[in-house]
């Protein structure tokens, strides 16, 4: 089994910064993907960044571009969301979620094992 648990939300006026992180454990030997999604209130859970173990090949949504940097730390088992110039928009619970393999899949459906969320809000 998988565990997943994601830290870091808050509240940040718009323009500030957040860093989020993922911690896996369980049994997690093996390449594997680590991606985030969030959900804002009333929406459907949207991809937002995905992190490749074996080279960090990422992949993000079009609307974090350039604002969002996903990075991973190996030895601690550890994803980290880097979130910079946050929006209004940007608000939402992210979850965290995990897969063996290494596909970065943008839809929820292929991803195993998912954290409870942190919410994270952001003022105008």
């Known amino acids: 089994q998988v565990q997943v648990a994601e830290s870091g939300g808050g509240l940040v006026q718009a323009g500030g910064s957040l860093r989020l992180s993922c911690e896996v454990s369980?049994?997690?030997?093996?390449?594997?993907?680590t991606g985030w999604f969030r959900q804002a209130p009333g929406k459907g859970r949207e991809f937002v960044a995905g992190?490749?173990?074996?080279?960090?090949?990422?992949k993000y949504a079009d609307s974090v571009k350039g604002r969002f940097t996903i990075s991973r730390d190996n030895v601690k088992n550890t994803v980290y969301l880097q979130m910079n110039s946050l929006k209004p928009e940007d608000t939402a619970v992210y979850y965290c979620?995990?897969?063996?393999?290494?596909?970065?899949?943008?839809?929820?459906?292929?991803?195993?094992?998912w954290g409870q969320g942190t919410p994270v809000t952001v003022s105008s």
């Open positions: 979620a995990y897969n063996k393999g290494l596909l970065i899949a943008t839809a929820e459906m292929w991803w195993n094992s």
């Open positions: 369980g049994r997690t030997f093996g390449p594997a993907s």
């Open positions: 992190i490749k173990s074996n080279n960090g090949d990422t």
